[in-house]
């Protein structure tokens, strides 16, 4: 976070974010169940714990897993022009993730941007393995992938 969240927010076109929050389980008992998101993004992190805001809860119900739902998430407040960096433990399919965002948004969020801290990578499923393996020589999961877009620096 100390290194990259700047590159965060100048590519989401901000001087830096007002709040902090993460992106829910899909179920209250299994949101519940594992806090250690919350606990590192809330209590541990210094760059966020001051601006944490645990905004987002799950709605139980016949939510599909996997697609995006706008109606997965509630916002228990308003963020009326705040710049929210919202955080996701794993990338699977984006579904969780862009629910969240839209939740945010209709809460009055200004700009959400966000930082995925793992990938899934399913190697039987469609061309995992292959683009996995198609990685160049020299593939750091360290870098910035902002930074890593801009090119080299003078």
Do not use: N
């Not at 519940?32 to 714990?49: D, N």
């Not at 710049?83 to 629910?99: E, F, K, P, Y």
């Amino acid at each position: 976070m100390r290194g990259h969240e700047r590159c965060v927010a100048e590519a989401v076109g901000t001087s830096g974010f007002d709040a902090v929050t993460t992106v829910p389980s899909k179920a209250t008992a299994r949101d519940e169940a594992r806090g250690r998101l919350r606990a590192i993004v809330g209590e541990h992190c210094r760059p966020t714990t001051d601006r944490y805001v645990p905004v987002l809860h799950p709605v139980d119900g016949s939510h599909q897993a996997r697609r995006f739902d706008p109606d997965r998430y509630r916002a228990t407040q308003r963020l009326d022009g705040a710049r929210v960096l919202l955080i996701d433990d794993t990338w699977t399919t984006g579904s969780s993730a862009q629910s969240a965002a839209c939740v945010l948004r209709q809460a009055g969020a200004r700009t959400v941007a966000l930082i995925v801290l793992g990938r899934y990578l399913d190697f039987d499923f469609a061309d995992h393995r292959q683009r996995f393996q198609d990685l160049p020589a020299g593939f750091d999961w360290a870098t910035c992938v902002v930074d890593a877009g801009r090119g080299p620096t003078s």
